[in-house]
């Protein structure tokens, strides 16, 4: 099935035009999806295309600038109103293209760098990585290209994407260890320039780097190199942004920074520990089964050398994400999506050297591909519009002035629904006083215990979020204070009762 083939073009023909046919088959699916602003975040990053004003909210902290340049970017060659969700899309093609690339430059048998492009679009996270209108695939696709560049266990600049006539011509100027740490640096810069959080990933990158370089002081050399060109860059993003909001900046930032690990950041509903509350978000996204696999390659990807590094990476992102990320998003997973189909990839093609490994290998990997195809299969839904969309639609077929409540996409409400009154859930106060004179809607993202659900409005894929749609009467908070004045009542007779009978000993 591997022999040599006397005609290598014929072969690679074949595995460019499999490639073609998984992209175009799974992005053309998802096309049947209305590239809808999902999410707040989605709606800052919207409304930063025309105005950028972290202290407004377009965007969020820390602004994103090198995102927002991209999307206007976009903006000015398609005109589309919703350009985020064209560059999410548009980046998670670009970054299978590079799973595909990574492997297809690593690997003695190509045809398996398609088996990697396949666990990456069969993983269930990717259609919301396309759609949500956020900086994550972007991101990625930038530290995808570093990876390009990079081999954790050769020397960087050996790679054929760097022999380019751009690389002879900057090579008379630069040594090319120089130039090479210098490209590789900008990539990096451009990542956090997109998305910052994903600090701990480039660092974690760029020390490994250093520990595997075959000569220390050229390591440092280079290290100094990338730490200049991502201080660089950084300098210029955080200029434009003073110019924008000037030291304000600074306050909101804190601000930001605090509530994101302390309220709403990383706080989900349930009372568990952060580690089991990842490990649901894991099953949820790659089924039991999935994460037992995945779990199992990645301990063998530990003890090989080859993909030792992409490894503790996979290991390193995990730990931050376990304190600084919220587990109900599984955008956060984007890392994994992007390394552990290469190391699965990999790994594969080692154990395939081994003749009596291959039927194992085989079943192995049909069970990989059909549980994480399955899985993701199943959670598509045949929805178009994103859910806070179709309550949308569903609200603005009423005349007469609402009263909605909502602890989700409270401002892509109020952005699509100035005719109606919506109120933020998580000021209880507030909201439950101003409710007390009208009936009102309930819109809530968990399901609300012994409630009846007027409508749900569902998510179109994993990652998702379906709202739930509830209606309350005008005395529905004056009888949820009643039953709770009276059970507090009935609690103070039941003490009295009891000290009246077991009189307390008097000293």
């Not at 839904?381 to 005349?399: E, G, H, I, Y």
């Not at 507030?430 to 809607?441: L, M, V």
Request: net charge positive; glycine share 6%.
């Amino acid at each position: 099935m591997h022999q040599p083939n006397n005609k290598p073009w014929r072969a690679g023909l074949i595995i460019s035009i499999g490639l073609i046919a998984c992209i175009a088959g799974y992005f053309g699916l998802l096309n049947y999806y209305s590239f809808d602003i999902s999410s707040d975040d989605a709606l800052y990053f919207q409304r930063a295309l025309s105005h950028f004003s972290v202290l407004e909210f377009s965007p969020h902290f820390p602004g994103y600038p090198g995102f927002v340049w991209l999307e206007r970017l976009i903006h000015v060659i398609n005109s589309h109103p919703n350009s985020n969700v064209i560059l999410s899309f548009l980046s998670a093609i670009t970054l299978t293209i590079s799973v595909f690339m990574y492997c297809y430059q690593r690997m003695k048998i190509k045809s398996f760098a398609l088996f990697a492009v396949l666990l990456f679009l069969l993983q269930g996270n990717i259609a919301e990585l396309a759609l949500n209108g956020l900086s994550d695939a972007s991101a990625l696709w930038f530290f995808s290209l570093y990876l390009l560049l990079t081999r954790f266990h050769l020397p960087l600049g050996s790679g054929p994407l760097l022999k380019t006539k751009l690389h002879r011509v900057l090579q008379s100027l630069l040594p090319r260890q120089t130039f090479s740490a210098i490209i590789s640096g900008l990539l990096l810069a451009a990542c956090l320039a997109t998305r910052p959080s994903y600090l701990p990933l480039v660092a974690c990158a760029m020390l490994l780097e250093l520990f595997y370089h075959r000569q220390r002081r050229q390591g440092y050399q280079r290290l100094g190199w990338q730490i200049f060109s991502i201080t660089l860059v950084g300098v210029i993003c955080a200029f434009y942004v003073f110019m924008q909001d000037g030291w304000a900046y600074i306050e909101e930032g804190q601000r930001f920074t605090q509530g994101h690990f302390t309220i709403w950041g990383n706080t989900t509903s349930t009372t568990d520990s952060r580690l089991s509350q990842w490990l649901t978000t894991l099953t949820n996204t790659y089924s039991t089964l999935g994460v037992i696999l995945l779990t199992s390659i990645l301990a063998i990807g530990l003890y090989l050398p080859r993909t030792r590094g992409l490894s503790i990476l996979v290991c390193c992102w995990f730990a931050w994400i376990i304190r600084g990320q919220n587990p109900e998003n599984i955008r956060h997973l984007a890392v994994f999506s992007l390394l552990l189909p290469i190391i699965c990839a990999q790994l594969i093609e080692h154990v395939y050297q081994t003749q009596r490994m291959r039927p194992a290998l085989y079943i192995l990997s049909c069970i990989l591909l059909v549980t994480l195809g399955y899985h993701s299969i199943k959670q598509f839904t045949q929805q178009r519009n994103a859910p806070v969309l179709q309550a949308t639609q569903f609200f603005k077929t009423m005349d007469k002035q609402q009263m909605i409540i909502s602890n989700y996409n409270i401002d892509n409400l109020r952005n699509n629904l100035p005719q109606h009154v919506i109120l933020d859930r998580h000021y209880q106060s507030s909201s439950n006083y101003q409710a007390q004179q009208q009936g009102y809607w309930r819109l809530s993202s968990n399901r609300l215990n012994n409630e009846s659900i007027v409508k749900q409005f569902k998510g179109r894929f994993l990652g998702e979020r379906s709202l739930y749609l509830y209606y309350f009467d005008p005395n529905h908070l004056n009888i949820t204070a009643n039953i709770a004045l009276s059970r507090q009542t009935d609690i103070m007779i039941t003490i009295l009762n009891r000290n009246a009978y077991f009189p307390t000993k008097m000293l």
